[in-house]
C-alpha cells in the first residue's frame, strides 16, 4: 500500500512533510521546522500518532522541533550524527545505505554531504518519492555551508540518478528567485520555459514543490552544469562556479 504526504509551509520558506504509511497506520515527520505547526497538522489529519522523526540534516530548521515533538508524541527520533551538534534528541543515528522502515514503507537513506557534511536523503523506490532536505531544489540546489563543491556536486549526482518520474520533495519554496539566477545562467528554451511556469505558479500562490528528477534534470542549471561548463572545465568546476555565482546572485 502506498504513502500518503501531507505537505504544509513552515516558517516563512520551509515544507513539512508528514508521511502515513497506509498499510500500517504509521507516521514520520520529515524534518521539525516548526514544532506547532506540525503538531496541528498532525491533528488535522485525523492521523492519531507521530511514530518517527527523519532528520536530514542539523540545521535548525531542520531538527530544531525533534525535542518538542518527541516530548509530546513519544515518537522515535532518527537522523545523522550530526544533529546532536543542536543538542537535539536523536535516538537512532543513520548514515549513507541504511534501510529505515515506516511500516511497511522501506526507505533507503542516501549520503548527501555538501549543504552540510552528514546531510542525508530518504528515498522510497516503491512510491517513487524522495525527501532531499536542503541537497537539491526545484531550480536550485543548498548552500555549500559545510562540503566542497565536488562533494555536493557528487551528491547532487546521486539524486539526478533517481528514476526520472521519481517526486522530489525539497524542503524549501526558494523556487522563484531560482529560476531567476537560472535564467542568468542558461539560455536553454526548457530554461525559459520552466522559468515561465514558475513565475506563473507563484503568483497564483502554488507551491512548486514537490517537483521531478525528470523535470531537474532538463531545467535545473546546476544538474545542467556539464552542459553550462566552459571549454576545458570540468563538470565539478563548472558546478563549482554556477553555485558562487548563485551565492552573489543579486536578482
Ligand atoms: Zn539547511
Ligand atoms: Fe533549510
Known amino acids: 500500500m502506498p504513502l500518503t504526504v501531507r505537505q504544509f509551509p513552515c ?21 521539525t521546522p516548526d514544532a506547532e505547526r506540525i503538531l496541528s497538522e498532525l491533528s488535522d489529519s485525523g492521523w492519531g500518532r507521530l511514530d518517527y522523526v527523519l532528520n536530514t540534516h542539523w540545521h535548525p530548521d531542520h531538527a530544531g522541533g525533534n525535542a518538542r515533538l518527541k516530548a509530546e508524541t513519544g515518537c522515535t527520533v532518527l537522523g545523522p550524527e550530526e544533529v546532536r551538534r543542536i543538542e537535539a534528541p536523536l535516538d537512532r543515528v543513520l548514515a549513507g545505505g541504511e534501510t529505515v522502515m515506516l511500516g511497511e514503507t522501506a526507505f533507503r537513506v542516501l549520503a548527501t554531504p555538501g549543504h552540510t557534511l552528514g546531510h542525508i536523503a530518504y528515498v522510497s523506490d516503491s512510491d517513487g518519492m524522495a525527501f532531499v532536505g536542503d541537497t537539491l531544489f526545484a531550480l536550485g540546489c543548498g548552500r555549500l555551508f559545510e562540503g566542497t563543491a565536488e562533494q555536493m556536486w ?98
Open 154 to 251: 557528487a551528491s547532487l549526482q546521486t539524486l539526478a540518478a533517481l528514476p526520472p518520474q521519481t517526486r522530489v520533495y525539497c524542503a524549501h519554496e526558494y523556487t522563484e528567485s531560482n529560476a531567476r539566477f537560472a535564467l542568468s545562467v542558461d539560455a536553454a528554451p526548457l530554461t525559459a520555459e520552466r522559468a515561465e511556469q514558475v513565475f506563473e505558479a507563484r503568483r497564483r500562490g502554488d507551491w512548486t514543490v514537490p517537483t521531478t528528477i525528470a523535470a531537474e534534470r532538463a531545467a535545473n542549471p546546476f544538474l545542467r552544469a556539464p552542459a553550462l561548463a566552459l571549454p576545458g572545465e570540468t563538470d565539478a568546476a563548472a558546478f563549482a562556479r554556477l553555485r558562487a555565482a548563485k551565492d552573489s546572485f543579486k536578482g
Open 11 to 31: 516558517l516563512s520558506d520551509n515544507y513539512g512533510f508528514l508521511l502515513r504509511d497506509e498499510a500500517s497506520g504509521a507516521v514520520a515527520t520529515v524534518d
